[in-house]
């Protein structure tokens, strides 16, 4: 959501915060397709407990919109990743840099 996407900015890094699992679908891959249809994609879930009704809203709300995006070709390509703890706010809280955000970024598999 909107303080992850403050998270990333902190490390200088671009991002789009959703105010929930599902909400700003339609809104996201307008943006991409304007601004972003040769760039590579990544979504950064959370990372909710194992089998955690969260992790069902959490996974599911990534795949739709990587599936849109995907569908639409609003992007070169998309993925989805999560971070080692919660949340990249708490990871940042951590001491992630942004070389670590990269890091898992680079390891993604394209959906």
């Given at each position: 959501?909107?303080?992850?996407?403050?998270?990333?900015?902190?490390?200088?890094?671009?991002?789009?915060?959703?105010?929930?699992n599902?909400?700003g679908?339609?809104?996201?891959?307008e943006?991409?397709?304007?601004?972003?249809?040769?760039?590579?994609?990544?979504?950064?879930?959370?990372?909710?407990?194992?089998?955690?009704?969260?992790?069902?809203?959490?996974?599911?709300?990534?795949?739709?919109?990587?599936?849109?995006l995907?569908?639409?070709?609003?992007?070169?390509?998309?993925?989805?990743?999560?971070?080692?703890?919660?949340?990249?706010?708490?990871?940042?809280?951590?001491?992630?840099?942004?070389?670590?955000?990269?890091?898992?970024?680079?390891?993604?598999?394209?959906?």
């Amino acid at each position: 959501g909107p303080t992850a996407a403050a998270a990333m900015f902190d490390l200088g890094l671009p991002a789009i915060g959703r105010p929930s699992n599902t909400a700003g679908r339609d809104m996201i891959v307008e943006f991409a397709k304007r601004f972003l249809p040769r760039r590579n994609v990544i979504i950064l879930r959370n990372a909710d407990p194992e089998g955690s009704i969260a992790q069902f809203h959490t996974i599911a709300g990534a795949e739709s919109l990587a599936k849109e995006l995907t569908d639409q070709k609003a992007c070169a390509s998309v993925s989805i990743v999560y971070p080692p703890v919660k949340d990249v706010r708490e990871w940042l809280q951590q001491g992630a840099t942004a070389h670590d955000i990269e890091s898992l970024t680079l390891n993604a598999m394209s959906v």
